[in-house]
C-alpha cells in the first residue's frame, strides 16, 4: 500500500511541478505583455517603456529546460524577436514607434502562446483593421493599443485561445 502511495506522490508531483513553474513564468511574461499593452491603450510612453524592461527580465527569467521539446523549440525560435522588440519599445518615449514595434512583438508572442501555454485563462487575439495589426487581451472588449483613445474600440476578437 505505501509502494502503491508513493508511486502515485511521485507521479502527480513530476506531473504537476513541471507545469507549475512554468505556467508562473510564462504567466509573468503575459501579464507584463498585458501591461504594455494597457500603456499603449493610455498612450503613456514611459509606463510603456518601463513595461517593456519587466517583459525583458521575465522573458530571460524563463526556465526552458523544463519545457517539453516543442516548447522549448517554439520559446527558443521566438526569445531574440520577443526581446527585440521589448527592448526597442523600453528604450524610446516615442509612443508612435513603441506601438510600431508591438505590432511584431504581439504577433511573435501569439505564435508562442499558440505553443507555449501563457495562462490558465483566455487569452484573445484582437484585431485593428485601421493598422492591421493584431495585439493579445485578457479581456473580450476591445482596447485599441495602436490608437489609444482617438479609436479606443476599434477592432474585433479574431480568436480566443483557452
Known amino acids: 500500500m505505501k509502494k502503491i502511495f508513493l508511486v502515485v506522490a511521485l507521479v502527480a508531483i513530476a506531473w504537476i511541478k513541471p507545469g507549475f513553474a512554468q ?4 504567466q509573468s511574461l ?10 499603449l491603450v493610455n498612450s503613456d510612453a514611459a509606463v510603456a517603456a518601463s513595461k517593456a524592461i519587466e517583459f525583458s527580465k ?7 529546460k523544463a519545457m517539453p ?13 520577443l526581446a527585440f522588440d521589448a527592448k526597442h519599445i523600453s528604450e524610446t518615449k516615442d509612443i508612435s514607434h513603441q506601438r510600431e514595434h508591438f505590432a511584431n512583438f504581439s504577433a511573435n508572442l501569439f505564435k508562442l502562446a499558440k505553443v507555449v501555454k501563457l495562462s490558465k485563462d483566455a487569452v484573445y487575439y484582437d484585431y485593428c483593421p485601421m493598422k492591421k495589426s493584431y495585439w493579445l487581451s485578457d479581456n473580450a ?4 493599443p495602436y490608437f489609444g483613445k482617438q479609436m479606443l474600440t476599434c477592432g474585433s476578437v479574431k480568436e480566443t485561445l483557452k
Open 30 to 39: 503575459l501579464t507584463s505583455y498585458y501591461d504594455i499593452k494597457n500603456a
Open 23 to 26: 505556467t508562473s513564468e510564462t
Open 141 to 144: 472588449a476591445i482596447k485599441n
Open 69 to 81: 521539446q516543442a516548447e522549448m523549440t517554439a520559446f527558443t525560435g521566438l526569445q531574440d524577436k
Open 58 to 64: 521575465a522573458l530571460a527569467s524563463v526556465d526552458i
